[in-house]
Nanobody
Framework: QVQLVESGGGLVQPGGSLRLSCAASSKIFGIGDMSWYRQAPGKQRELVAAITRGGSANYADSVKGRFTITRDNAKNTVYLQMNSLKPEDTAVYYC?????????WGQGTQVTVSS
């Protein structure tokens, strides 16, 4: 049963932008923190950005000033605006949502930054 649905990945040139979206099922109640992770080939999954229900955000140092995480609580949706993309941002990006100490994951969306 799919709980989180991601969209917005794709191929972009260096310096370009992409916006990822992740919609959580309405069957997930009381969502707290929402976040984006990424995993590049041969590397461990890493936290990119996280946002509390109240809107407080934090970012990995590698994306500060380039990525912005936002959320719409009414729509159970989290977004990741990615600007000034670099080849090293290439990875599969995963959405995560926490509810009552349970973590839900999306299926992942590929982001490729290449000329």
């Amino acid at each position: 049963q799919v709980q989180l649905v991601e969209s917005g990945g794709g191929l972009v040139q260096p310096g370009g932008s992409l916006r990822l979206s992740c919609a959580a099922s309405s069957k997930i109640f009381g969502i707290g923190d929402m976040s984006w992770y990424r995993q590049a080939p041969g590397k461990q999954r890493e936290l990119v950005a996280a946002i509390t229900r109240g809107g407080s955000a934090n970012y990995a140092d590698s994306v500060k000033g380039r990525f912005t995480i936002t959320r719409d609580n009414a729509k159970n949706t989290v977004y990741l605006q990615m600007n000034s993309l670099k080849p090293e941002d290439t990875a599969v990006y995963y959405c995560n949502a926490e509810s009552r100490l349970i973590h839900y994951w999306g299926q992942g969306t590929q982001v490729t930054v290449s000329s």
